[in-house]
């Protein structure tokens, strides 16, 4: 009722104001006003890596966000690139995304206001039991795709511009592996989220490279192994993007910063490292808020 009585009062004030000569500021005001409400009433939109969600963090953190805020938050859950891709358009107020050097790109473009490390875990390459490439217990993920190339056993990518695609890229790339523009009939793109990925890998008996929390949340079923991991090179970092208001005036950086500050909250961190820890005797994710941000 408040929200509709600001309106209503503004009509009348710029209804005499047009009067006076004064109607293009106030019609700027109206307009600055009506989407300021709106950003308030509608649903704070995340746009998110599909690993986050799939080994459940933001279902175990979001509740007690909402619950404080009064404010509902829409996840959506697609590949880091296509997270990026949904804030280069306006179409979400805040990201959780890890491809590091596609997030400086576009911090760089001008697309984020502010970054922000949240947390960290690692990936692994995991395989069937037989491990026809032989790369269990190698300590190189390089030489361990190598190993795959050589024996060219089925390999299961995401293949939807994910974090996890991109570390994979690299990798291959690092270990001098051409994919023959993705046409070897043992590289197989999935097009998936993590989850349904290590499924497909899982029921075609493949190799595939995931984050170890959504290994670990989705493991009772699979017959996967953790086979590499440890590598530096296997690091994965997650940030906190927030999307530049001045572009896009009805995208909602208060309930962004909002989230942000309750994500990278001492409480929150600590709820992150306890996640999962006394299931998988260790954290499956580890957090990383600093005092500071990296724009």
């Known amino acids: 009722m408040g929200n509709r009585n600001q309106l209503d009062g503004l009509r009348v004030l710029c209804g005499e104001s047009i009067r006076a000569g004064h109607h293009v500021a106030l019609l700027f005001g109206l307009l600055f006003l009506s989407s300021g409400l709106a950003a308030q009433q509608r649903d704070l939109i995340l746009a998110t890596t ?11 953190l979001l509740p007690r966000f909402e619950r404080h805020s009064r404010r509902r938050v829409k ?26 050097g596609a997030e400086v790109e576009f911090m760089a473009q001008g697309h984020g206001s ?11 390459i995991v395989g069937p039991r037989g491990d026809r490439a032989g790369i269990g217990g190698m300590t190189s993920a390089v030489a361990a795709f190598q190993a795959i190339a050589r024996s060219r056993p089925k390999f299961v990518s995401r293949g939807d511009r994910s974090g996890t695609q991109a570390k994979e890229l690299l990798l291959w790339g690092l270990a001098g592996v051409g994919l023959a523009a993705k046409t070897d009939p043992w590289y197989i793109e999935s097009g998936q989220g993590m989850g349904a990925t290590l499924q497909i890998a899982n029921e075609l008996e493949a190799y595939t490279l995931t984050d170890i929390a959504t290994l670990l949340t989705h493991a009772s079923p699979l017959e996967l192994g953790i086979l590499v991991k440890g590598d530096t090179l296997l690091r994965n970092p997650y940030h906190i993007i927030l999307i530049d208001a001045r572009r896009f005036s009805w995208v909602d950086a208060a309930g962004a910063a909002q989230l942000k500050d309750y994500l990278l909250s001492p ?9 999962k820890r006394e299931q998988f005797g260790r954290s499956i994710f580890v957090p990383d808020a600093v005092t500071c941000c990296e724009k």
């Open 50 to 60: 599909t690993s986050v969600r799939d080994a459940g963090l933001l279902e175990y």
């Open 114 to 124: 502010e970054r922000f490390p949240i947390a960290h875990n690692e990936f692994a």
């Open 75 to 100: 996840v959506i859950a697609v590949g880091s690139g296509q997270a990026m891709e949904l804030g280069r358009r306006g179409e979400a107020d805040i990201l959780i995304v890890h491809d590091p």
């Open 267 to 275: 409480e929150t961190q600590a709820a992150i490292a306890a996640y």
